[in-house]
């Protein structure tokens, strides 16, 4: 036995690559930990100087981001006594509060619209790309260049046309329309991505299954689909973190029925001064559906990313 | 169980043509080898036959049924892949009971049928295990289990062995020809490995640049090539080809070897110009006396036998002998040839010429 590997590293070069990840994640992770802390941040702490990194945690932030409130004189709320632990902690500022916000339709309609327009790129491009890697297509290479094109210009490049088609067939502000749009940006890439993936699946596979009695789809949904999950698991997470996180269109398209909870965070800072705590507990909660999907299917991204690099 | 007919069988991929005109019939029960060099359409032929392509021309006919346009599941057939093709996201017993759930089976009759077919293959203890991690010969049982868990007509299988280790190659191939007398199912059988079809086969097709070359029993093909490409292509070492110039009529018993008189079985068909004398190696003797002479090049031992090389005016032959045969290289010494086992090919287009002994063997035709 030699001490001396080329595979195993050494201890040192463990450590030295230990200290590499750990420096690395510290860095990457600072915007994360500062907008999760300024969410539980009192206002005065939030733009406090210079920053307090101990502080007194309270979910004012959240109260705010959920409830809309009104300025109260002491003698109205005295009048009026706080009842629950909520109206408490707004009553604290002199507040009271007269209603929800709309950030719980606003983050309701992320959901509606990124899932949606995720399952709709992710099954439109799995059905496209098993008959761009099984069958004779005529002029398949233009076809799929011309489907990648698409993705050649930023698609806020076309917002003005998009614009006033939206508002000439009627989608401007509907959940139906930003679907639509968030599918025609993702499927290019879905179609590549899982293009690739199916491309790597044997076709003996569903030879196997067509000669064992089964129908071209039968093959397709129980021999090829089980096989590409990895990929349709990748694709998908691509697909949402872009829907999910869209800006531009977003604000450009919706105001008042469909709009998403990327132009709806920022307005929260209008709202009784600049509220810091509740624009942090807006995108930390933003943060989660993301955060949960991925690692849902993390095993699956991971092999994802790997597949058809060390595949037997 | 089923005779499968092949008439006229023909594909073009766009402007290459991968099968020309194939013909020949596989009788019921037979274990029939597809034999020929990549790329030779035999791989191509054995799709068509089960379904996994359409051919440009011609018919194929299983148990009486002409089927060159049906699908792959109406014919009922089972296929043995070469990388076997488990469905990798299913058990072993899964995989073996798949083509059984899709005629509708009930769970408990696959079941008991797929232990029925574990157990003949011996591999009913790893039922429940994912197939990912079998060693490829248990994969290749799992596969063959697949392929015989449905009782089909024919069973096709292209290079079931090729994946395997040369030396687990020779039990898998045994266990296969065992398989298959005891069920007694037609089998077609891809590959490219001539000893493999000799050793298996009941019934061989030579094909080569998408052609059928010879059809018949790997004796008839070993001793009496159609076609120099056969003669080539079977047989380690390969039949010595001798070209030389010459004349020979219908009826003659003699060619004119560069001077040398050689008997030959008497032809039924004549032919001139550039000729070829085929002669197995086990069939060329050395005779002091003979006048045909070549000189020792080399000596290869081989245990009961050895390969000797002689360098001769019409290039090198090689001779099969006995190992107690004492050679020197650099020695000159006569050739014989068994006269009665010697072939006369056209060099033009390599066919054997018909003799009153291969005339049996290559027709009248």
């Known amino acids: 036995m030699s001490s001396f590997s080329v595979t195993e590293p050494s201890p040192t070069q463990k450590w030295v690559a230990g200290t590499l990840v750990a420096l ?58 706080p009842e629950t632990w909520y109206e408490r902690i707004v009553a604290e500022n002199n507040q ?22 995720t399952f709709l790129s992710v099954f439109l491009g799995t059905f496209a790309a098993y008959a761009f890697s099984r069958f004779k297509i005529p002029l398949k290479d233009d076809l799929l260049f011309f489907i990648l094109s698409t993705r050649m210009m930023p698609p806020i490049a076309v917002a003005i046309p998009i614009f006033l088609m939206y508002r000439a067939a009627g989608l401007s502000d509907t959940h139906a329309g930003m679907i639509l749009l968030y599918t025609a940006v993702n499927l290019s890439l879905s179609v590549w991505l899982l293009k690739g993936f199916i491309d790597e699946i044997p076709v003996e596979y569903e030879e196997a299954a067509l000669i064992d009695g089964y129908t071209r789809f039968q093959a397709f949904w129980k021999v090829v689909l089980p096989q590409a999950a990895t990929g349709i698991a990748s694709t998908a997470i691509f697909c949402l973190i872009f829907a999910w996180n869209e800006y531009a269109f977003a604000v450009l398209l ?20 600049q509220d810091w705590p509740a624009v942090a507990a807006g995108a930390t909660l933003f943060l989660l559906p993301v955060m949960v999907f991925t690692i849902l299917l993390r095993k699956h991204l991971l092999r994802g990313i790997t597949f058809g690099a060390v595949r037997k | 169980m089923a005779q499968i007919r092949i008439n006229n069988l023909r594909k073009e991929f766009g ?14 029960g037979e274990f029939f080898m597809l034999l020929g060099p990549s790329g030779c359409g035999k791989t191509t032929t054995l799709r068509m036959m089960a379904g996994l392509e359409l051919p440009t021309a011609g ?19 089972a296929f043995v892949f070469q990388m076997f093709a488990l469905y990798p996201h299913m058990t072993v017993g899964g995989n073996i009971g798949y083509p059984l759930r899709s005629q509708g089976m009930s769970r408990a009759d696959t079941k008991a049928r797929v232990m029925e077919v574990a157990k003949i293959l011996g591999i009913e203890t790893m039922l429940a295990k994912p197939v990912g991690g079998l060693s490829s010969g248990d994969r290749q049982r799992v596969a063959l289990g697949r392929a015989i868990v449905r009782r089909p007509k024919a069973f096709f299988m292209d290079e079931p062995l090729g994946a395997l280790d040369a030396e687990f190659r020779e039990h898998m191939a045994e266990e296969l020809r065992a398989l298959h007398d005891r069920m007694g199912a037609t089998t077609v059988y891809v590959t490219h490995d001539q000893l493999e079809a000799m050793q298996m086969g009941d019934k061989i097709v030579v094909m080569n640049h998408g052609v059928v070359e010879q ?6 093909i070993y001793d009496w090539p ?28 003699r060619i004119d070897l560069g001077g040398v008189p050689v008997d030959v079985p008497v032809t039924r068909e004549g032919a001139s110009g550039d000729l070829v004398l085929g002669v197995r190696p086990e069939h060329v003797r050395l005779d002091d006396g003979a006048q045909y002479r070549g000189e020792v090049i080399a000596a290869e031992y081989l245990g009961t036998t050895q390969i000797v090389t002689l360098r001769t005016p019409h290039g090198e032959v090689k001779a099969r002998l006995a190992s107690d045969r004492v050679v020197r290289p650099g020695e ?20 054997a010429l018909r003799s009153a002994a291969n005339e049996r063997v290559l027709g009248h035709g």
Do not use: C, H
């Open chain 1, 24 to 81: 690395y994640a510290l860095v990457a992770l600072m915007p994360l930990v500062w907008i999760i802390a300024t969410g539980f941040k009192s206002p005065s702490d939030a733009i406090a100087y210079p920053p307090k990194l101990l502080f007194e945690p309270t979910v004012e932030g959240y109260v705010n981001l959920f409830t809309t409130q009104t300025r109260a004189t002491p003698e109205a709320l005295a009048a009026n006594p």
């Open chain 1, 96 to 117: 009271t509060i007269v209603g929800p916000s709309r950030f719980g339709e606003r983050f309701l309609n992320s959901v509606i619209i990124g899932f949606g327009s």
């Open chain 1, 254 to 273: 919706t105001s008042g029925q469909a709009q998403t909870a990327p132009p709806f965070i920022p307005t929260i800072i209008g709202i009784g001064g």
């Open chain 2, 15 to 28: 402007a290459f043509t991968a099968v020309r005109s194939s013909t020949f019939t596989i009788e019921d």
């Open chain 2, 59 to 77: 018919e194929i006919y299983i148990d009486g049924e002409e089927v060159a346009q049906k699908r792959a599941s109406q014919r009922d057939i």
């Open chain 2, 215 to 220: 059809f018949g029993v790997p004796q008839d």
């Open chain 2, 226 to 253: 159609a076609t120099l490409f056969v003669a080539n292509f079977i047989g380690s070492p390969p039949m010595n080809v001798l070209r030389f110039p010459g004349t020979v009529a219908a009826g003659d018993s």
């Open chain 2, 332 to 351: 000159t010494t006569g050739l014989g040839f068994d006269a009665r086992t010697l072939t006369v090919f056209r060099g033009t287009d390599g066919a």
